[in-house]
């Protein structure tokens, strides 16, 4: 039976006015997961819009730490443009960034 990702969604843009509750909301995602080591990590971004360098840091973080305990990393956005920013800043080769085209905001 395959395992369920650990989910961290975050609600809309990541932005230094909202990034330090996503990460704190990732942090308790990924502790609460630590008994199974298995479970990869879903980092779902499809609300978000902008993410500015305090919310790339703030995922960067996140990764760091799923990978350190032995996970895989998949990121989800609809947005092209933060799409392009992912793979710009070379997100895409610590984590598979996939551009959900279904809800894709062209």
């Known amino acids: ?7 961290i ?14 990460r704190l909301r990732a942090e308790a ?12 990590v879903e980092i779902d971004l499809r609300m978000a819009n902008m993410v500015d360098s305090v919310g790339l840091n703030a995922i960067v973080a996140i990764i760091r730490k799923a990978k350190a305990a032995g996970r895989k990393i998949r990121i ?9 920013v992912l793979v710009f800043t070379r997100i895409d080769r610590q984590a598979e960034i996939l551009l959900d085209k279904a809800q894709a905001q062209l």
């Open 76 to 84: 989800t956005v609809t947005n092209q443009h933060l799409y392009r």
């Open 9 to 22: 969604t975050s609600p809309g843009d990541l932005l230094s006015t909202s990034t330090e509750a996503f």
């Open 1 to 7: 039976m395959p395992h369920q990702p650990i989910l």
């Open 29 to 40: 995602s990924l502790e609460s997961g630590a008994q199974f080591q298995e479970n990869n």
